[in-house]
């Protein structure tokens, strides 16, 4: 398996380093580890959902749909 650096993760997935070493520390990313004070993340690792992320409400849809009658 093949490992990529924090830089080349923060390039790939358009994010800063700092993100992707959080997501690493706060074990969001799979098969990351450290080795020294470096992180080895696999190459085909996913990008974690952001946990700020708004999620739609279905009470907002159904005003807005009911609105629209």
Same mark, same amino acid.
Do not use: Q
């Given at each position: 398996?093949?490992?990529?650096?924090? &830089?080349e993760? %923060? +390039?790939?997935?358009?994010?800063?380093?700092?993100s992707?070493? !959080?997501? $690493? %520390?706060q074990?969001?990313?799979?098969? %990351?580890?450290? &080795?020294? +004070? &470096?992180? !080895?993340?696999?190459?085909n690792?996913?990008?974690?959902?952001?946990? !700020? +992320?708004?999620?739609?409400?279905?009470?907002?849809?159904?005003?807005? $749909?009911?609105?629209?009658?």
């Open positions: 398996m093949r490992y990529l650096s924090v &830089t993760i %923060a +390039k790939k997935w358009d994010v800063s380093e700092r992707v070493r !959080n997501y $690493c %520390a074990g969001h990313v799979l098969g %990351a580890f450290l &080795t020294g +004070k &470096t992180w !080895n993340i696999p190459e690792a996913e990008k974690p959902e952001r946990s !700020n +992320k708004k999620k739609k409400s279905l009470l907002h849809y159904w005003i807005f $749909c009911r609105s629209r009658k």
